[in-house]
């Protein structure tokens, strides 16, 4: 079946570092793709997202690319704050009428 | 333009009691979807209410049931609570016939202990 699997947290870094969340996927088909943000206490945020091969989803300094060679669909930035301290969630889906599959979450904490 | 809002925001109850939460799409969005959060843990699908039938499920026990309003509003119902339900439950809106492009708003979220 389709899944979705990215690295296992915590991921501590300081701030100004460069930030890669890795994350694969299995899946028939082409999905869309997403990650998003969960701050402490709150819901889900769609961070970014890519719908099809190649396509490069960026937001706020985030950045992912949809890679279908190797079922990825890792997330960067540049160098991280401390406002970027959350939960990020991988996820697919195949479209507005079907459920969403979500990664474990990894944890990014940012050190001043 | 309000999103999704879901109610209570935190409840507590009881192993064995039954519970209800609500969900009120965003505007414009006809489909809800329910999602339960353990602690920790990604969000699980449970089940999805358009044109007020239940049209997918996940694998959740028949003690999770909903339903959905004329108004496209939703209420998640869960009957002979365990310990293990103890969760956030995430309600999510959408159109049905967007594609995933539309994307997904989420609530909020109700986070409900069970004692």
């Known amino acids: 079946g389709n899944s979705v699997t990215q690295m296992e947290g915590p991921v501590t870094l300081s701030e100004e570092a460069f930030l890669t969340i890795n994350c694969t996927y299995t899946a028939t088909g082409y999905p869309s793709l997403f990650w998003y943000v969960q701050y402490p206490g709150e819901g889900l945020q769609l961070l970014l997202k890519a719908t099809k091969a190649d396509d490069k989803g960026s937001n706020k300094g985030f950045e992912a690319t949809y890679r279908k060679e190797t079922t990825s669909f890792h997330l960067e930035k540049g160098s991280v704050q401390v406002s970027d301290s959350a939960v990020y969630f991988c996820a697919l889906s195949y479209s507005s009428a079907s459920k969403i599959i979500f990664g474990s979450g990894t944890r990014l904490s940012i050190r001043p | 333009d309000a999103g999704v809002t879901q109610s209570p925001t935190h409840l507590i109850k009881t192993r064995g009691q039954q519970v209800t939460l609500r969900c009120s799409p965003k505007?414009?969005?006809?489909?809800v979807s329910w999602y339960q959060q353990a602690l920790g843990q990604g969000p699980q699908f449970i089940f999805q209410y358009y044109e007020e039938e239940e049209r997918q499920r996940g694998n959740f026990p028949d003690r999770f049931s909903g339903h959905q309003f004329p108004n496209y509003s939703s209420e998640l119902n869960v009957n002979a609570l365990l310990l293990g339900d103890s969760a956030l439950y995430l309600c999510a809106s959408s159109l049905a016939s967007g594609n995933a492009n539309y994307g997904y708003t989420f609530g909020s979220g109700t986070r409900l202990t069970v004692v």
């Open positions: 505007s414009g969005h006809d489909t």
